[in-house]
């Protein structure tokens, strides 16, 4: 018998990717939303049942679960409010409360890579590892899958990269560009999460999931630059510059905002590494296993970017293309920035 998956953040950037597949794999899927009219003209519309709601209104979410097997908890506040881990700590024990008494087996959150311990974490990475706690302390076993960054067109941090190394041929950077990162891809994400909702699982626990690559952050952005097709950037290092100018120099550089892109840069001082390489043991592998990062990267770049993102779902297939734009994605998000510095060949 198929089981039943409610997916709690199905209009963001992960959750809108995640849903075609889990209805491709057979899976019954229901989705708790706060604004639904988004929902509106999604191709699997009537093939999932939307509740009207969020994590703070109890009696929906409390309805929403009703018969659930697995609670996908795909939601951050991160942008959406000032205090954000406040709400978040509290949203994630209320969560917990509404999965205990509805009898859900299984709870799947997505966090943020991190380095052991708590000292030094940003806002950002400090409120995804209490989450994450908070829905490890169930009495409902609790799979959370800890990534980086995720590449694909739209995803927050991929714009990030791609209109800091369009717009600026030439930066001063802070200390955190030769940090360790593990990208992982938007696919490789959505199938370890698809994975998580049907794997054995006896007991809560974290699984680390990256791609096969081990970069610099400056790397990264060199390399989006060189399939981008643009000239290699130059990059001058000024170790004081602080994470809070940082973020105020990003907000002024990416259409990202402000709310989101200061956490998100300030969340680049700490390294986001795989520390345990065990998620193909517990999830398996991806088909074909991981995607690189450059080969992410082109698949970002095959997306047409315009003004904005696309008005409709005309040729947009999320499952056969994760990494592609679709309308339910942030206003922000596939904006072309403006080049100052390219090579002669084209963009790929």
């Known amino acids: 018998m198929a089981a039943s998956v409610l997916v709690i953040g199905a209009t963001g ?3 809108s990717r995640l849903v075609p597949r889990l209805l491709a794999d057979g899976t019954h899927v229901s989705v708790l939303a706060r604004s639904p009219d ?12 939307v509740h009207e709601g969020g ?17 996908c908890h795909l939601v951050h506040s991160m942008g959406t409010s000032e205090d954000f881990e406040r709400e978040e700590r509290e949203t994630a024990r209320s969560f917990v409360d509404a999965v205990e008494a509805a009898g859900v087996r299984r709870i799947v959150h997505l966090s943020g890579l991190h380095p052991d311990g708590d000292e030094d974490l940003s806002p950002h990475l400090r409120s995804r590892v209490e989450v994450g706690r908070i829905l490890l302390g169930s009495r409902v076993p609790a799979l959370v899958l800890q990534a980086g960054v995720v590449i694909g067109s739209g995803s927050a941090s991929f714009e990030m990269i791609r209109h800091l190394t369009t717009r600026l041929p030439a930066m001063v950077t802070p200390s955190w560009v030769h940090n ?3 990208p992982i891809a938007v696919r490789d994400v959505v199938h370890y999460l698809a994975a998580a909702t ?8 974290t699984v680390d999931i990256g791609g096969p690559d081990v970069l610099e952050y400056g790397e990264m952005m060199q390399q989006y630059a060189e399939e981008a097709g643009l000239h290699r950037r130059i990059m001058v290092p000024v170790p004081l510059l602080t994470p809070r100018l940082s973020s105020l120099w990003t907000g002024l550089v990416t259409p990202l905002p402000l709310g989101l892109a200061g956490p ?9 590494i795989v520390l345990r390489e065990d998620a193909d043991e517990v999830l398996g592998a991806p ?5 690189g990062y450059r080969q992410a990267v082109r698949e970002a770049l095959r997306v047409p ?19 592609t734009q679709i309308p339910s994605d942030a206003d922000w998000s596939g904006v072309r920035p403006p080049t100052l510095w390219r090579a002669a060949r084209p963009e790929r």
């Open 13 to 15: 950037y992960v959750g």
């Open 38 to 49: 988004k929902l509106a003209d999604v191709p699997w519309r009537d093939r999932v049942t």
């Open 55 to 71: 994590l703070d209104d109890d009696a929906s979410l409390s309805r929403a679960l009703r018969g659930v097997d697995v609670a």
């Open 180 to 182: 360790r990162i593990q």
């Open 198 to 205: 049907t794997c054995p699982l006896d007991a809560g626990r």
């Open 264 to 272: 998100l840069v300030e969340s680049l001082r700490c390294e986001a």
């Open 287 to 291: 088909p074909g296993g991981r995607t």
């Open 305 to 323: 970017i315009g003004p904005a993102r696309p008005a409709s779902w005309d040729g947009a297939d999320p499952l056969e293309d994760p990494a």
